[in-house]
């Protein structure tokens, strides 16, 4: 950094993840790889009080503290209103190299990636998006279907998020893991991560200096990262869901087909569906609601489904061109002669899947043949078994 170049840029990494101890570790090792490295960490716990508390910290220690209050009775509200200032002196000191922005537990990191891009900035870079993770808690923590309220976690009186379906989304959107040397992970952990993210770049937390046996921590903080990218790998439209795999216990079944679900028959199935894998994710076809694109998302033994838009087939030609290219791209992945993108394209991932058994009850959800040859008028007026999921 150099304090008298205006066009200087201070780079971002944001460390996240609810396994704490990975996290902190993952923190101190970027401190210690990179001359010039601070870290900010908010801690939410003291919201009840009223209050956010902000550390400004370096290799050798803190270097200041600072209290910014709640809004609106939200504690990440506060986190978004007082980082972005924060990060902006730090930047214009022309002092600071690398801000490590260490999110308090239950924080995900694309709102905070968000928000670091969304100001304009020119001084500040986001360089990487790392999620802490130790293997040996992974599957204890995607099994955990609390309410983050119940566990202390919540980032708001109004949070409703579980530990589960936040541990998931934090895992999977960031592009690198640095992952915990544990002893107690075995080698069904390291293939349940694996399969979750399996684009993901993993780093060993452990090693001098940041540096790992399979890459380098400091490197990964630095890469680069794109927002928008992160944000459509994540949405059910466009998703970069996992591939099939079976290893050390642990299974991805992908289960891709090209006709509708019978609404109460697949309502009827869910609890099922739910519960036979540790996580599920992907995009389903519903009949009575043929031209939405219905995303489902499922850990801890909920699931959350939700209207994610139109299938581009039901849009008139002329709407395409306004359409985003990445999401062009996995429609015509999916593409069908008669009924476009509208498919079912969803992945289970679990150790001790019962692959034949789930693809079983998956199937008895399809419409039959006389149902499907009926037609889409036909399939409107089948028994909206969703609409209150769906608050239609």
């Known amino acids: 950094m150099n304090p008298t170049d205006p066009m200087s840029s201070m780079d971002i990494a944001i460390v996240g993840g609810l396994h704490s101890d990975a996290r902190k570790e993952t923190v101190e090792r970027l401190l210690a790889a990179v001359p010039g490295s601070v870290a900010l960490h908010h801690d939410l716990a003291t919201a009840v009080h009223g209050t956010v508390v902000r550390t400004v910290r370096d290799a050798t220690g803190v270097l200041s503290t600072g209290e910014a209050p709640l809004v609106n009775d939200c504690a990440c509200c506060a986190l978004r209103e007082d980082l972005v200032p924060e990060l902006e002196r730090l930047a214009d000191s022309g002092l600071t190299r690398l801000a490590v922005v260490e999110l308090w537990d239950s924080v995900e990191p694309k709102a905070m990636a968000e928000v670091i891009t969304a100001h304009g900035h020119e001084g ?13 808690l992974l599957l204890p923590y995607l099994g955990n279907g609390d309410d983050l309220m119940e566990a202390g976690l919540a980032a708001a009186t109004t949070d409703q998020r579980t530990v589960a379906d936040t541990w998931a989304r934090q895992l999977e959107y960031a592009p ?32 001098r200096d940041g540096r790992g046996g399979h890459g380098d921590l400091a490197a990964a903080a630095l890469a680069g990262f794109d927002v928008e990218a992160a944000a459509a790998a ?48 992907g995009r389903f076809w519903l009949a009575d609601h043929p031209d939405t694109l219905l995303g489902w998302d499922a850990a801890g033994g909920a699931l959350c489904v939700e209207s994610a838009g139109p299938w ?40 001790g899947l019962d692959r034949e058994g789930l693809e079983e009850v998956l199937e008895s959800c399809l419409l039959t043949d006389e149902e499907y040859a009926a037609g889409r008028d036909a399939w409107k007026h089948l028994p909206p078994a969703f609409d209150t999921l769906l608050e239609v």
């Not at 992952?179 to 390291?190: I, L, M, Q, T």
């Open 234 to 281: 994540q949405h059910p439209s466009c998703a970069l869901l996992p591939t099939d795999a079976d290893e050390a216990g642990v299974a991805t079944l992908v289960w891709h087909r090209d006709r509708p679900f019978h609404p109460e028959r697949l309502y009827q199935a869910l609890e099922d569906l739910t519960c036979a894998a540790a996580r599920s994710r």
């Open 124 to 136: 500040l870079r986001l360089s990487g998006v790392i999620t802490a993770v130790d293997p040996a």
């Open 176 to 207: 690198v893991l640095a992952v915990a040397d544990s002893p107690e992970a075995d080698d069904e952990d390291r293939a349940l991560l694996a399969q979750l993210h399996p684009t993901a770049r993993q780093v060993p937390i452990s090693g």
């Open 312 to 351: 581009l087939a039901s849009l008139p030609d002329a709407a395409w061109e306004m359409v985003p290219p990445v999401r062009r791209a996995a429609a015509a992945l999916d593409w069908h002669p008669e009924h476009g993108d509208c498919c079912q394209h969803l992945v289970f991932v679990s150790p």
